[in-house]
C-alpha cells in the first residue's frame, strides 16, 4: 500500500472536522485563491479547487460565494499565507499552515501552542529536507475506468504514483505539478472528489497510544486555532 493511502489514513486522525471551524477554515482558502487569481472559477483554477474541497466538506453555496466576494473586500488585501515549522514531544516534527490578516498575532498563537504543549518553534527552513510537498487528487473509480490507461494519459503531466482502494483512487504528484494535473482531469472529463497540497514526512515515526495521546493535545491547539489551515506531522 503506497504513502499516500497511508497518509489519508492518518490524516483521519485530525481534529478539525467540526462544521464551526472547518467552514470558515475552508472560506479562508476560497478568499486566498479568489484573491491570487480573480473571483471567477472558469478562469482561476486555483479558485475551483477550493470550491471543490469545500464543496466535498458540504460548505454550503450562500458560504462558498460570501468567501469569493471577501477576496474584493477592503480588508482582504492583507490576508497573508504564512508557515511555521515547529517540533513537539517524542520526536515529532510539525508543519503549519496558516492564512492571517495579523502576522503578530498568528506567530505568537502558534508559538505559545508549541511551547505550552511540550514542543517549540523552529527557524524557517528547518524541516525543508524533512518533508516532500505532493500534490494529492481523489475520485471515485468508475467502471469503464482503466487505471493502466489512465496511468499513462498522466505520466506527461507529473503523474508519479495512482493507486486504488476500494473504488477510491488517490493520484500523487509532485506539487508544481498541481497546475497541469488538474488540467489533465478536466480534459479527460474526471470529477475529482478532492484536490491538494500536502506535506508527507520523507522519514514517518511511530508512536505508542500513551505517546499519541500527548502529541495529540498539541495537534488539537494548532488545529483550533483560527488562523490555521493545515497541520502536517512526521506520525506514521
Keep these: 500500500m503506497g504513502r499516500a493511502f497511508e497518509y489519508r489514513k492518518a490524516s483521519k486522525l485530525k481534529r478539525w472536522g467540526a462544521m464551526s471551524k472547518l467552514f470558515p477554515k475552508l472560506g479562508k482558502v476560497i478568499t486566498m485563491a ?34 469569493i466576494k471577501r477576496a474584493t473586500a477592503k480588508d482582504a488585501s492583507d490576508m497573508s499565507e504564512v508557515t511555521f515549522e ?63 490507461e489512465l496511468e499513462l494519459e498522466l505520466i506527461d503531466a507529473g503523474l508519479e504514483e495512482i493507486e486504488e482502494e ?30 491538494n497540497l500536502q506535506r508527507i514526512a520523507n522519514t514517518p515515526i511511530t508512536l505508542t497510544a500513551q505517546q499519541q495521546e500527548e502529541v495529540d493535545k498539541m495537534l488539537q491547539k494548532l488545529e483550533e486555532d483560527d488562523d490555521v489551515q493545515e497541520v502536517f506531522t512526521n506520525i506514521g
Excluded at 46 to 66: F, G, Q, S
Excluded at 106 to 127: D, Y
Design 34 to 67: 479568489a484573491k491570487e487569481g480573480g473571483t471567477d472559477p472558469d478562469l482561476n483554477p486555483r479558485l475551483r479547487t477550493a470550491i471543490l474541497n469545500a464543496k466535498a466538506e458540504n460548505m454550503p453555496k450562500d458560504n462558498i460565494e460570501a468567501a
Design 86 to 148: 515547529g517540533k513537539g514531544p517524542h520526536g515529532v516534527l510539525v508543519f503549519v499552515e496558516c492564512a492571517t490578516d495579523n502576522n503578530t498575532r498568528t506567530v505568537a498563537n502558534i508559538k505559545n501552542h508549541f511551547n505550552k504543549n511540550g514542543g517549540e518553534m523552529l527557524n524557517k527552513g528547518s524541516l525543508e529536507f524533512m518533508f516532500s510537498r505532493k500534490a494529492i487528487f481523489e475520485f471515485n473509480k468508475t467502471d469503464d475506468m482503466d487505471l493502466e
Design 166 to 195: 476500494d473504488g477510491i483512487v488517490l493520484v500523487t504528484a509532485d506539487y508544481k505539478d498541481f497546475g497541469t494535473l488538474n488540467e489533465a482531469f478536466e480534459r479527460l472529463h474526471i470529477e475529482l472528489s478532492k484536490a
